[in-house]
């Protein structure tokens, strides 16, 4: 009897594959003219965003130099990096965490205070303003770094220098490009002013969105100033906007590190001041031609971005019941 029930088993799952691979044709054939116009996207997202993510994570596992065939290792990278790549403990990766933290957190809370204000003006004002704080971000980065290379020139007639001899808080120029301990802070400063672009209009759009009638009720029901407004009815009703703003914020910040290499001028800042887990990414591939270990460290910011996209959607997304 055994015998007969495994294959009526058996026979009973290879019809049930058989049907579901039938309806799956059956399904695309139905659907033809939609993936059709999702052809493009998808054959675009496969190549150049599916195939090199895959192929990061096999060379993660390699030894490879561009030169001989990659040479599977193990896990040998991912031990290196928590017990031998000092940089990256050392500078790289409490560098990012607190690039991330202001340029991340505080960064977003800037924007949305910044066009939460703009949203307070007349409109004809409000499309002016806006379109000051956002024309930064149109700007090619090497354009903007140019004019914060002035700003902060180490000589007498750099702008800060020259603003601080004028008023006699410093009595000789400050290089503040080539000090270490400023370097940083000035990382932020510069990305944060550059940060303010889509999310920023997003959240501009978002004020639109909300029922006005909102506010009438939420005053009858006894809120009595604009932070509560702003707590209780506007962030709630624009959580869409606030999410598609973090989303840019956190792609923003994790991908920052050209700002480095453009501020000061090489391809290491200053004594590691300000070198982020990308700079390390890029020192590994093109400086030293470890195209494995580089690939390694592109895939733990992978997670790490992965993780800091689910905090947003924990945080931002609509629940049931909203």
């Known amino acids: ?13 290879s019809r049930l594959s058989v049907f579901s691979i039938h309806k799956l044709v059956s399904t695309l054939y139905q659907q033809r003219l939609s993936f059709l116009f999702l052809a493009p996207f998808l054959i675009c997202f496969t190549f150049f965003i599916l195939v090199p993510v895959f192929m990061a994570m096999f060379m993660s596992f390699t030894s490879y130099d561009a030169f001989q065939s990659p040479k599977f290792i193990g896990f040998s990278n991912f031990i290196s990096l928590l017990t031998q790549d000092q940089i990256f403990m050392k500078y790289a990766l409490p560098n990012t965490i607190k690039f991330a933290f202001f340029v991340g957190p505080i960064g977003y809370l800037l924007t949305f205070f910044v ?104 005053r ?60 390390h990414i890029d020192d590994y591939a093109f400086l030293r031609y470890e195209l494995g270990y580089a690939s390694m460290v592109s895939f733990v910011l992978l997670i790490i971005s992965y993780f800091a996209m689910k905090l947003s959607y924990r945080l931002f997304s609509h629940k049931e019941g909203e």
């Open 115 to 218: 066009a939460w204000l703009i949203y307070q003006m007349p409109k004809s004002i409000r499309d002016i303003v806006s379109l000051a704080f956002y024309a930064p971000s149109m700007v090619g980065g090497v354009a903007l770094t140019v004019v914060w290379q002035a700003a902060f020139s180490g000589d007498y007639v750099g702008y800060l220098n020259n603003f601080l001899l004028n008023l006699g808080f410093i009595q000789s120029p400050v290089l503040w490009l080539q000090t270490p301990t400023y370097f940083l802070n000035i990382m932020i400063i510069v990305t944060i002013w550059m940060s303010f672009g889509v999310g920023f209009l997003a959240m501009l759009a978002g004020f639109d969105t909300v029922n006005k009638e909102l506010y009438e009720a939420g």
């Open 220 to 279: 009858i029901d006894g809120i009595s100033n604009r932070l509560q407004e702003v707590y209780y009815i506007t962030v709630p009703s624009m959580k869409p906007q606030m999410l598609f703003s973090s989303v840019m914020a956190i792609v923003g910040t994790l991908k920052a590190g050209a700002i480095s290499t453009q501020l000061s001028g090489a391809q290491i800042s200053p004594q590691y001041s300000g070198h982020l887990i990308l700079n």
């Open 1 to 13: 009897m055994k015998p007969n029930v495994m294959t009526t088993k058996r026979t009973v799952q």
